[in-house]
């Protein structure tokens, strides 16, 4: 059993196994369930992902009416071809703001980790599918890697907005895409823990300040953050760019940022964006 | 360790708009249906924290309420729960409490029918997973992933030993065990998580030993 990152890297190298094999290995023998049964589930979570990450680009509105519309737009502008980087990249973007838009209409997602932050691992998966021509059963493998790293990060910090702040939230859910974007990219188990950090440090700090105590603003363009995060880790640690700070460090440094975080800036909608003119405004208007 | 599997990481498959506020809810919702087995005529749902604040925008009021009417986090009845409940004739009213709770996400539960009713406190952790943490008062840490047997006891020698090897003789295996009360030699609540189902045989022998007073339930 892994309970940080150095030992779960340390598992991979030392038996020359891929990430996601660990993570599989280890569900079996904590919840003595079958490796099958346990690749089917996942198997279903990946599909509801696929299916949430295009249903937005139709236009949804949300369940209350402030947000949606917006993954429509970005997959125009994308197919329009006029666009400034990568359509890869671009890619992720409009994954991400379909599933948080669908998650902000009541419709079906998969939480990875949490509801709010959606958008930022299937976005990244979905992209680099694409991109590397992969099939659905060996992409779909990659959540596991995914899962490793969140499942670290949410036993010695906090996934939650109203615990952690953002950073909680995106923040681990971008350090999981990069992890998993580097070995869906064939880099090497201390290669996605660098990414891991390197995503997760970019992310330190993020407040939750919703306004009306809604997951839309800013969570939805967040996720978009969180994905296009991820992939830069990922780019940086397959370049050879290691984080200063070592792995879990980062991830203890996330714990005590989120502890001297107030709660006015976790998810009670008492600070931040939620009480600008605007938040106020939304706040009357909804509740 | 909070978290053990990596579907909990990785789901819940949910409607949304939040795993720790609506998928959460229902799971919390569903728990104390079951803690209950039956179908309640009055629901009060007092929130704290994060949930007081934010509840209606989060959809943590129907969620909570799907819940209780056995709804899993991926119904699309959610949205309508309450309507339901209405249908059903379920006296359903919500309490937004000022107090500062232990964790931010916090909400109390009584369900009634007659004169029978419970009242649970829980928390939502995030990404969907929660913990029951009073029952009538009683402190308890339940996950409601395994099944449990919660026992009302006297206070008295025997009583826990009593139900330990009544199980034993009956091959359940106990996966874990906490004893709780308010005040010593009163009342005490058993909290006993298991690996296998406990049948209704066995549940009827534990009521009827000595000491014990009342014995609830949680199946898978």
Redesign the interface.
Known sequence: MFKNVQELVQQAEDQNKKLYEI?IE??VE??EKSREE?IS??A??YQ?MKNSAVKGLEGVT???GMTGGDAKKMDAYIKNGDILTDSTLLKAVSYAISINE???????????????S?GV?PAVVLALQDKLGMDDEMTMMH??T???F??VI??NA??????GGCQ?EIGSASA?AAAAAVEMAGGTPTQAAHAMALALKNMLGLTCDPL?????VPCIKRNAAGASNAIMAAEMALAGIETKVPWDEVISAMYNIGLAMP?TL?????AGLAVTETGKMWKEK?? | MKYRSVFDIIGPVMVGPSSSHTAGPVRIGQIARRLFDAQPEKIVVRLYGSFAETYKGHASDVAVVGGILNYETDDPRIPDSLFKAKELGIDVSFVKEDAVPEHPNTMEITLSRGDDNIDIAAISIGGGVVRITKLNGFPLKLSGENPAILIFHKDAYGAIAGVASTLAANKINISGMDVSRIEKGDIALMTIETDQPVSDNLINAITKKENILRVITLSE
Do not use: D, H, W
């Open positions: 993570m280890q569900e904590l919840t346990v589930r996942m279903k979570q509801v949300s369940y209350s669908v998650n902000a209409s009541m419709g079906l997602i998969c939480a990875s980790p949490t509801a709010g959606s691992l959540l596991f995914a899962g490793a969140g499942f949410a036993n906090f996934i939650s907005g109203a615990a909680a999981m009306a105590g809604l997951v839309e709660v976790r998810e009670t909608s008492l909804l509740l």
